[in-house]
């Protein structure tokens, strides 16, 4: 890098110096500065919009902020930590149902996503207007979504207990149901996002070399030892890359379960997700010094599946 | 790098007095000085969506002719609006001038929070308002802490809505709970898709319509400040109800609220409900109805203690404590509830909460005679609350809707209720606590 000793230039905020003296600031110097200063705008709003909440949330979460966030609140030290994670009641079976609702869906999406980028992997007839279709579910809003099934589930009026009676099913209540509510909401939102791992995948897919598959089939491999042992683990890094985003996602599930169930995620609570649990606590209870402590173990939780992940990836792709 | 002061020209400033005198001026434009609304900016009312509100809005050209000012209204749904009201009042919004508030869900938590203004000299001062012409159970649910915080709009009281065809043979519509117990059992096909009767099942949406049951088995929600809901009367009141919709309603029941349960009695699906009487008019539209011709309207039927119905104020109007217009929303409010204006809302179709209007037979025209006559005798019957009187409405909600549940679903009631009682004791002591305000 050249260090001028001329004049400050390129726009460089420094004053001129007398002539024959040392310049008072140096173009590295003025270039360093105006780094700083374009970078300014963007890091102010980070600061503003992640960093304080961040930081407000934390602080509150240490509080027994109660109706209102700003009226005198004391602190509690850990208190509220304590009380979430000794709450088995509510803090722990929502912790339960975020796992299990997390890892069922995504597994689900993962499989069918995978299996049916394999299917158009190939250019086939009528292949746009597929693709088109697949992604409808993606374009929709999670509320509209969870109205619409809702409708479709109604264990009364709905259209899918009129269609499981031509096959001889008996009526279901589906989300009516404490036991069948959690399963349901699985499965709607495998139908709404098994597109996006699809797309993901397809993406992968695509860009894997054809060689070692071919010469798999040159020695005589089949399509399913092909797929196992040579396309998978090709494709390691992306299908976890897939995994991190939709699990993120998946784990922060809110609208379709509170358009589904309503508050508390349901009458025996069946639903209530972590997310769920803390918007109770926030909207109905307004007990935000517990809701914060909640919402903070729920970051840290996120961040430390987010990090095992990655590390994964990063030795994969290594 | 700082040049040296002797070389400083006079009146030039150092970098570290410029800093501090463009952070002060930050810190000067962020701090809230006194602030006026402009003469230009509309009262803002954030209002439920409610035919109350739809019926309003027809007639705000008159209040904007007296006042000067353009209104601006704007509807959301009760948790939506509640969802609103918490994160702008956290933030002291001034956005937000009129507000309607439900007394008893939301409004002690507002008082206890300083965000709604104290009305008590304008209501008490105001010889035109004729504030002791509101009904008393209503008035008395607007005070807090001896200070009037909102004006009470909407009145409500449990209906029984039942179908008249297949009600005939059983002599009309049930007069007690047995006899409403016997006629939905007789009457439900489940197997068929045609259930005795439809309720709301959610742990917490069910809490109000259940109230008239637990007061007229004798019961209530808290007595002498301790929890009611162990009581004997309150367990019969569970079971009853628990059997009624776990033998003779719907599946899924558990999931339903006012929005689920309704339809299935507008689609003549089932024999009776009961629910708010406001809603009456949902099962007279043709275009979303089957039963607009045989729906009948009864009271509450009587229970061990009598017929005990609640009578409430569903929705009330309040004044954002930040508001900058305190004044016009003043003058929405003695406007908007005016002897005059209730009246004509009432001859709309929209129960208001003022006595003289009950008085006159002339507002009652619009309503079904049945349904008239049944409002009167449940406001006659009924009683100031339809939840527990607590700070935390909410969380009381869950607590003393978990037995419900295990009733429809059919499980032992009595554990159950004796498990949330204790619980509910508990949040009391909390809650009275955090009343002390």
Same mark, same amino acid.
């Given at each position: 890098?050249?260090?001028?000793?001329?004049?400050?230039?390129?726009?460089?905020?420094?004053?001129?110096?007398?002539?024959?003296?040392?310049?008072?600031?140096?173009?590295?110097?003025?270039?360093?500065?105006?780094?700083?200063?374009?970078?300014?705008?963007?890091?102010?709003?980070?600061?503003?919009?992640?960093?304080?909440?961040?930081?407000?949330?934390?602080?509150?979460?240490?509080?027994?902020?109660?109706?209102?966030?700003?009226?005198?609140?004391?602190?509690?030290?850990?208190?509220?930590?304590?009380?979430?994670?000794?709450?088995?009641?509510?803090?722990?079976?929502?912790?339960?149902?975020?796992?299990?609702?997390?890892?069922?869906?995504?597994?689900?999406?993962?499989?069918?996503?995978?299996?049916?980028?394999?299917?158009?992997?190939?250019?086939?007839?009528?292949?746009?207007?597929?693709?088109?279709?697949?992604?409808?579910?993606?374009?929709?809003?999670?509320?509209?979504?969870?109205?619409?099934?809702?409708?479709?589930?109604?264990?009364?009026?709905?259209?899918?207990?009129?269609?499981?009676?031509?096959?001889?099913?008996?009526?279901?209540?589906?989300?009516?149901?404490?036991?069948?509510?959690?399963?349901?909401?699985?499965?709607?939102?495998?139908?709404?996002?098994?597109?996006?791992?699809?797309?993901?995948?397809?993406?992968?897919?695509?860009?894997?070399?054809?060689?070692?598959?071919?010469?798999?089939?040159?020695?005589?491999?089949?399509?399913?030892?092909?797929?196992?042992?040579?396309?998978?683990?090709?494709?390691?890094?992306?299908?976890?890359?897939?995994?991190?985003?939709?699990?993120?996602?998946?784990?922060?599930?809110?609208?379709?379960?509170?358009?589904?169930?309503?508050?508390?995620?349901?009458?025996?609570?069946?639903?209530?997700?972590?997310?769920?649990?803390?918007?109770?606590?926030?909207?109905?209870?307004?007990?935000?010094?517990?809701?914060?402590?909640?919402?903070?173990?729920?970051?840290?939780?996120?961040?430390?599946?987010?990090?095992?992940?990655?590390?994964?990836?990063?030795?994969?792709?290594? | 790098?700082?040049?040296?002061?002797?070389?400083?020209? @006079?009146?030039?400033?150092?970098?570290?007095?410029?800093?501090?005198?463009?952070?002060?001026?930050?810190?000067?434009?962020?701090?809230?000085?006194?602030?006026?609304?402009?003469?230009?900016?509309?009262?803002?009312?954030?209002?439920?969506?409610?035919?109350?509100?739809? $019926?309003?809005?027809?007639?705000?050209?008159?209040?904007?002719?007296?006042?000067?000012?353009?209104?601006?209204?704007?509807?959301?749904?009760?948790?939506?609006?509640?969802?609103?009201?918490?994160?702008?009042?956290?933030?002291?919004?001034?956005? !937000?001038?009129?507000?309607?508030?439900?007394?008893?869900?939301?409004?002690?938590?507002?008082?206890?929070?300083?965000?709604?203004?104290?009305?008590?000299?304008?209501?008490?001062?105001?010889?035109?308002?004729?504030?002791?012409?509101?009904?008393?159970?209503?008035?008395?649910?607007?005070?807090?802490?001896? @200070?009037?915080?909102?004006?009470?709009?909407?009145?409500?009281?449990?209906?029984?809505?039942?179908?008249?065809?297949?009600?005939?043979?059983?002599?009309?519509?049930?007069?007690?709970?047995?006899?409403?117990?016997?006629?939905?059992?007789?009457?439900?096909?489940?197997?068929?898709?045609?259930?005795?009767?439809?309720?709301?099942?959610?742990?917490?949406?069910?809490?109000?319509?259940?109230?008239?049951?637990?007061?007229?088995?004798?019961?209530?929600?808290?007595?002498?400040?301790?929890?009611? !809901?162990?009581?004997?009367? @309150?367990?019969?009141?569970?079971?009853?109800?628990?059997?009624?919709?776990?033998?003779?309603?719907?599946?899924?029941?558990?999931?339903?609220?006012?929005?689920?349960?309704?339809?299935?009695?507008?689609?003549?699906?089932?024999?009776?409900?009961?629910?708010?009487?406001?809603?009456?008019?949902?099962?007279?539209?043709?275009?979303?109805?089957?039963?607009?011709?045989?729906?009948?309207?009864?009271?509450?039927?009587?229970?061990? $203690?009598?017929?005990?119905?609640?009578?409430?104020?569903?929705?009330?109007?309040?004044?954002?404590?930040?508001?900058?217009?305190?004044?016009?929303?003043?003058?929405?409010?003695?406007?908007?509830?005016?002897?005059?204006?209730?009246?004509?809302?009432?001859?709309?179709?929209?129960?208001?909460?003022?006595?003289?209007?009950?008085?006159?037979?002339?507002?009652?025209?619009?309503?079904?005679?049945?349904? @008239?006559?049944?409002?009167?005798?449940?406001?006659?019957?009924?009683?100031?609350?339809?939840?527990?009187?607590?700070?935390?409405?909410?969380?009381?909600?869950?607590?003393?809707?978990?037995?419900?549940?295990?009733?429809?679903?059919?499980?032992?009631?009595?554990?159950?209720?004796?498990?949330?009682?204790?619980?509910?004791?508990?949040?009391?002591?909390?809650?009275?606590?955090?009343?002390?305000?």
């Amino acid at each position: 890098m050249t260090t001028t000793t001329a004049r400050a230039a390129v726009g460089a905020p420094g004053r001129r110096a007398p002539s024959g003296e040392k310049p008072l600031v140096t173009f590295e110097q003025a270039n360093r500065r105006l780094k700083w200063a374009l970078l300014a705008p963007a890091l102010g709003f980070v600061g503003l919009m992640i960093v304080f909440p961040l930081v407000f949330t934390i602080n509150l979460s240490l509080t027994d902020a109660f109706g209102a966030v700003n009226a005198g609140n004391s602190y509690l030290g850990l208190q509220n930590f304590a009380d979430a994670l000794t709450d088995t009641r509510r803090f722990w079976p929502a912790v339960g149902r975020t796992v299990t609702f997390t890892l069922g869906a995504v597994a689900l999406e993962t499989v069918l996503g995978l299996a049916l980028a394999m299917l158009m992997r190939k250019a086939f007839r009528g292949m746009e207007i597929v693709r088109t279709i697949l992604m409808v579910p993606l374009l929709a809003t999670p509320v509209a979504i969870g109205i619409l099934w809702m409708l479709i589930l109604d264990p009364t009026n709905g259209i899918a207990n009129h269609l499981l009676g031509f096959v001889g099913i008996p009526p279901q209540e589906f989300l009516g149901s404490v036991a069948q509510s959690l399963p349901t909401l699985m499965l709607i939102d495998v139908w709404q996002w098994t597109p996006m791992m699809t797309v993901l995948l397809l993406a992968g897919l695509t860009t894997l070399p054809e060689e070692p598959e071919e010469a798999a089939r040159v020695d005589g491999a089949n399509a399913w030892q092909r797929f196992v042992h040579v396309i998978l683990p090709m494709l390691r890094t992306t299908i976890l890359t897939a995994l991190v985003l939709r699990g993120v996602d998946a784990l922060k599930t809110f609208d379709l379960i509170y358009a589904t169930k309503g508050p508390g995620g349901g009458s025996d609570f069946e639903a209530e997700t972590l997310n769920v649990y803390a918007y109770g606590l926030t909207f109905d209870y307004q007990e935000y010094g517990l809701a914060s402590a909640v919402l903070v173990l729920f970051t840290l939780f996120i961040v430390a599946i987010v990090v095992v992940l990655r590390r994964r990836t990063e030795r994969s792709a290594s | 790098m700082t040049l040296p002061t002797s070389r400083r020209r @006079a009146g030039e400033l150092s970098r570290r007095s410029f800093g501090v005198l463009a952070a002060a001026s930050v810190l000067a434009a962020c701090t809230r000085g006194p602030q006026t609304a402009s003469p230009n900016a509309p009262l803002r009312v954030l209002a439920i969506n409610h035919v109350w509100t739809q $019926a309003i809005s027809t007639y705000l050209p008159e209040l904007e002719e007296r006042i000067g000012r353009r209104v601006s209204l704007r509807m959301l749904t009760a948790d939506q609006l509640t969802s609103s009201f918490n994160v702008k009042l956290n933030a002291s919004a001034t956005d !937000i001038d009129v507000m309607t508030v439900r007394p008893l869900q939301d409004q002690l938590m507002f008082a206890r929070n300083g965000w709604i203004a104290d009305l008590t000299d304008r209501v008490e001062g105001d010889a035109g308002y004729r504030w002791t012409d509101f009904q008393e159970a209503p008035r008395e649910r607007s005070v807090v802490g001896g @200070a009037a915080v909102s004006v009470p709009v909407v009145t409500e009281r449990p209906a029984l809505y039942y179908r008249r065809d297949l009600l005939e043979d059983f002599g009309g519509a049930p007069g007690t709970l047995d006899e409403m117990l016997d006629i939905a059992l007789e009457l439900e096909r489940r197997s068929e898709g045609f259930f005795g009767y439809v309720g709301r099942g959610q742990r917490n949406g069910a809490v109000s319509q259940w109230s008239s049951f637990l007061y007229s088995f004798g019961g209530d929600f808290t007595h002498d400040g301790r929890s009611g !809901i162990g009581t004997p009367e @309150a367990v019969a009141a569970y079971e009853y109800y628990g059997r009624l919709l776990h033998e003779a309603g719907p599946p899924g029941v558990t999931n339903m609220s006012l929005e689920q349960a309704m339809p299935i009695f507008a689609q003549g699906k089932a024999a009776m409900y009961v629910d708010a009487d406001a809603i009456y008019s949902n099962f007279l539209d043709e275009t979303i109805s089957t039963v607009a011709d045989t729906v009948g309207f009864a009271p509450f039927p009587a229970g061990p $203690a009598g017929s005990v119905p609640h009578n409430i104020p569903s929705w009330s109007l309040a004044i954002n404590e930040f508001s900058l217009l305190r004044d016009d929303a003043w003058e929405f409010l003695r406007w908007a509830s005016s002897p005059e204006m209730v009246a004509r809302l009432q001859a709309e179709g929209i129960p208001g909460a003022r006595q003289s209007v009950w008085d006159d037979a002339a507002t009652l025209a619009s309503f079904p005679a049945e349904l @008239a006559e049944t409002m009167r005798i449940n406001a006659a019957n009924g009683i100031g609350h339809d939840r527990p009187d607590v700070m935390q409405v909410g969380r009381a909600r869950d607590i003393v809707g978990r037995p419900l549940v295990s009733g429809i679903l059919g499980e032992d009631v009595a554990a159950v209720a004796a498990d949330a009682d204790a619980e509910f004791n508990d949040f009391l002591v909390r809650d009275n606590r955090q009343r002390e305000f």
